[in-house]
């Protein structure tokens, strides 16, 4: 357990902890959350030039631009009748628990620099990510677990765009904050366990030797990386027993893994998000899943299928679960790509897919005071660019901060002379609509 700076919180606090459920590559918004009838009538036929004059694409620069309809049905769901893909009936099914936000916007419009936007506020690497910021300011609750867990899953696709560990780095802030990947199959952590010979009474007092020392040079030097490495060496310590607890999950019994869809060791989404919940009660703050392969500029109709399946279960089985533990109230959950796909075609032959979008996308979020059952914002007829309730990843980042009591335009670190954000310097704004 460890406190933050910030001590007493200027506001009241919603959200003791965040789920971030990232959909690494881009999910297509247009086959998933935001169906578009003068889309599906214009299949087939030119991009309107009115649309796209002007306008920065990725892989579409300078080539014809050709409508490409939604390639899925939509059906409505729940009591709030929230319109989705066929695709996502488990996500249907708890639709009156979330809150569907299809008007997101983004500055990026390629992968690494988007997901360094979406986690860090800024397309330049080296400033902290989001998790890094939280566990700074609130700490962490948990006793003998990182504050900040990362866990990645990769579909059973073609290659899957890469992530890369500076995607949870801490930046300018002390590195004590960081991300700490949990690898879902195998060892969780490399070199977790202890040589041959070793006890764990004679590794903890190694332990406390090198930290002995350790402090002693942290009073000669006053350098906050010392202080950072004797919580790491106490850190990894701690994990050596608590973290074969926590990853084993055949103690959750057949109807819990059922609910899942998942079986123990198989490194799926689906364990992750039973993982989630798991460090969710043992207080860690901040956790974030990767699940890769959305990336689909060719095969959409082949791939997003198995996709969407990888997920669907899952994250409706996540909101159950918390929600049967009295937890959802408490529990921000937020589910997102780092961009949205294109209304124009990508291939006008064969396997047709869409290229990068940063102009349109949905995300969702539920728990912790948003709104349930609600659609917020939507976009112009084709589904090109959000024009009612635009919504960006500043004001993304300054709700999320506002739900877990944190003014987000008062919480800074010093950095090269400026007084650094999370929200960044733009304006940000919280998302007032969709919270009780």
């Not at 309809?69 to 009156?96: N, R, V, W």
Request: proline share 5%.
């Amino acid at each position: 357990m460890s406190n933050g700076v910030l001590g007493k919180l200027p506001l009241p606090q919603k959200a003791k902890r965040v789920i971030w459920l990232t959909m690494a590559g881009g999910p297509s918004q247009l086959e998933l959350f935001d169906y578009k009838p003068k889309l599906a009538e214009m299949d087939g036929k030119p991009m309107p030039e009115s649309f796209t004059k002007g306008q920065q694409l990725a892989q579409l620069q300078g080539q014809k631009l050709v409508c490409k309809g939604p390639m899925f049905t939509f059906q409505k769901y729940g009591k709030c009748q929230t319109e989705m893909s066929e695709l996502l009936p488990h996500i249907g099914s708890i639709a009156d628990e979330i809150c569907l936000t299809r008007s997101m916007t983004t500055d990026a419009i390629n992968h690494d620099p988007a997901h360094m936007f979406m986690n860090t506020g800024s397309q330049i690497a080296g400033r902290p990510s989001m998790g890094s910021w939280i566990t700074y300011g609130l700490g962490s609750e948990a006793e003998n677990l990182p504050g900040f867990v990362v866990l990645t899953s990769t579909g059973k696709g073609r290659n899957p765009q890469p992530i890369a560990a500076r995607q949870w780095s801490s930046g300018f802030l002390p590195s004590k904050y960081q991300g700490v990947q949990l690898r879902s199959q195998g060892d969780a952590v490399l070199y977790l366990t202890s040589p041959n010979g070793i006890t764990r009474d004679r590794q903890g007092a190694d332990v406390a030797a090198i930290n002995a020392l350790n402090q002693k040079h942290a009073i000669l030097c006053d350098d906050p990386e010392i202080v950072t490495r004797i919580a790491q060496y106490e850190m990894a310590f701690q994990m050596q027993a608590s973290v074969p607890e926590l990853m084993d999950i055949r103690p959750e019994g057949p109807k819990t893994l059922d609910l899942y869809g998942c079986q123990p060791g198989d490194g799926s989404f689906a364990s992750n998000c039973l993982l989630a919940r798991r460090l969710a009660e043992r207080g860690t703050r901040f956790i974030q899943l990767y699940h890769r392969d959305w990336d689909h500029h060719s095969l959409l109709r082949e791939e997003l299928p198995l996709r969407a399946k990888e997920v669907d279960r899952a994250c409706m089985a996540l909101i159950t679960d918390l929600k049967q533990r009295g937890m959802l109230d408490d529990t921000l959950i937020v589910f997102s790509g780092e961009f949205g796909r294109t209304p124009m075609a990508q291939g006008n032959k064969g396997p047709i897919g869409r290229d990068h979008h940063n102009k349109a996308m949905s995300i969702w979020l539920a728990g912790a005071g948003v709104q349930r059952g609600i659609t917020y914002g939507s976009t112009d007829d084709l589904g090109y660019a959000a024009q009612e309730n635009i919504v960006t990843v500043h004001d993304l980042h300054a709700t999320m901060l506002q739900q877990l009591g944190i003014r987000h335009d008062a919480f800074t670190f010093k950095f090269q002379g400026l007084d650094a954000k999370l929200s960044g310097v733009e304006g940000a704004k919280v998302i007032k609509d969709i919270l009780v």
